[in-house]
């Protein structure tokens, strides 16, 4: 099975129809989405229906995900998030609201575990180190893990020796999950983020996964910046989400 995997969309259609684009062309036969499809970006409503059509798909929620259904509450987030959680709320209509409703916050399937941030802690931890990874291991079932949430293509690895390496995923890079003579060694994915990358590059990113090769390799994408900086503007949204697109960040 070869998967589009994909994570934190956060309402940018632009860089999603970019993304869906070269998944369809890929002829991928499934979909494994790690959250955060909506939050900072001028068009949830949009991307949550383009995601709805996709056939075999995985998907969990992320933090955005949850505070724009009142699922958890916006301490901890900055003044731009909240201002974006709450315009997003107004923006999403009945259907779009109860599909952020059914999500789980992560998904235990035979071939794969998907959580937004981390194992122990779905919605806020950010899967950044290999002290973290290690102190996450036991939560998984089936390896791999994807996840997002850092908005960082990376991957930690573990090898049949049992090392753990943490690694950025560049464009185009192909990483190749190991066996040992027990099984799948324990790897996790992060494919970076769609809408707002944070790596200093401000191309769209994703992944493919073929889950018989075992190899998941990630690809960039530039995208129309200057349209959805443009309906950020247009929609009130604050000039910040706006900029940092630009600088991917
Ligand atoms: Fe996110």
Redesign the pocket.
Known sequence: MRYGVFS?V?GNLEAFSMVLDFFRASRVDGYICCG?VVGYGPDPEECLSLIRELKNLHIVC?N?DLAVIGRIDMEWFNPYARAATLWTRAALGEESRRFLESLTARLDHKDFTIVHGSPQRPADEYLLSVAQFKNNMSRVKAWPLFC??S?MPVCFRCSAEGKVQALFIEDHQAIIGEMAPYGIVPVAYNPG?VGQPRDHDNRAACALWDSEARTFQVYRFAYEVAATQAKIRAKGLPEYLALRLAYGQ
Request: aromatic letters at 0%; hydrophobic letters at 0%.
């Open positions: 934190d956060h955060d992320g955005h997002g949430h908005h983020s």
